[in-house]
């Protein structure tokens, strides 16, 4: 039925950008603006009483994916395998329950998840800048990880769905109290998904502040190529365009080096199988459990933020094909070694050890207290501008 609307509402097209590019006259009940590519339905509701909402995207080739405005989550993204099956790819939950429950925030994997202030972890919770001291909540180990408590993966964002000349998707906005998890200064975020007929998830992030703080925002989708609960991705082919990476300590924070990846299990870059080499006797395999690591972006020089692909991933049994282009430094490679069966997807299946895999565009961990990473500093009047675009296909 979506299908046949979207030709009735053609007419309308011009109305709709006009829509989308000036959120402000959007109603609220979603009801009279949302464009016929995009549907709206109820996800459930906070403990504060507060309403959340699902958001239903589809392109013209049957691609379609379901983002919440809670953490503005992805907890869906059905693509087509080589015979033209369409199966989810991503682990979540089918309603806000799945991620309130006290064992999703014991366990706490971030599934599809909008990470922020801080992406990736900062080590000992604290960071010096302009003189003083920082303290953040320590919610991994010794370490402050994604934005501490409460990060963006747990707040409420403001959604305005859209449909433009390259597709069709949701625009969200969030703005961070100064002070908000320990962080300096007033945050306005803004994050679009834009799901476009080229079976492209573009994902734009921009920042202003009001004090200069650390930002690094990020997308903490799981993938499993197969369907999710399916089994693990051990089978899956991963290529990473990076002849380095950054080593960690036995708290995962780097340890400054930048190593070469040649003659290591961390050489992606001809597509290898990831559960090759995962189970070697390498100090960087067992101190992670696996591949949890940043993978420095191969770059034309060190300023170079223009979008470059990042990686690809395949899965030989159903054709899929993800590719990641980003104009971020760098990509965090993590295997889920810490989802153990505990918690149940959608699907009814449980999400197993290696169930799922992110690939998290990112600058480095760690960088606001590390002088020779790339900088994480926004500081006031300046802009926070990141993309990453992943990419379906079969082969
Ligand atoms: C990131 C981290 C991992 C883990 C997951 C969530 O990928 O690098 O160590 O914390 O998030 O479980």
Known sequence: MKWGMSFSCLALGASLGFLAA????ADDSGAMNTPDSVERSAFGT????????????VNGNGVEMEVTNYGGIITSLKTPDAQGRLDDIVLGFGSLDGYLSDAYRQSNPYFGALIGRYGNRIAGGTFELNGKTYDLAKNDGPNH????????????????????????GLMLTYTSADGEEGYPGKLDVEVTYTLTDNN????DYKATTTRATPVNLTQHSYFNLGGEGSGDILDHQVMINADEFTPINETLIPTGEIKSVKGTPFD????????????DDNQQLVRARGYDHNFVIDRASATDDTLVLAARVSDPESGRVMEVATTEPGIQFYSGNFLD?????????????????????????DSPNQADFPSTIL????????????????E
């Open 200 to 203: 492209e998830l573009a994902i």
């Open 268 to 279: 992606f870059t001809k597509a290898t199988a990831i559960g090759e080499r995962i189970n």
């Open 379 to 394: 500081k006031p009047g300046d802009t926070y501008q990141s993309r990453t675009v992943y990419t379906f296909s079969t």
């Open 22 to 25: 000036n959120p402000a006259l």
């Open 341 to 365: 069966g505990t918690l149940t997807g959608k699907g009814g299946n449980a999400y197993g050890h290696r169930s799922g895999l992110a690939l998290e565009t990112q600058h480095y961990p």
């Open 46 to 57: 906070l403990p504060d009483g507060r309403r959340v909402d699902l958001y239903r995207i």
């Open 145 to 168: 990880l994604h934005g501490g408590d409460k990060g963006f993966n747990r707040v409420l964002w403001n959604a305005t769905p859209f449909e433009n000349d390259s597709g069709s």
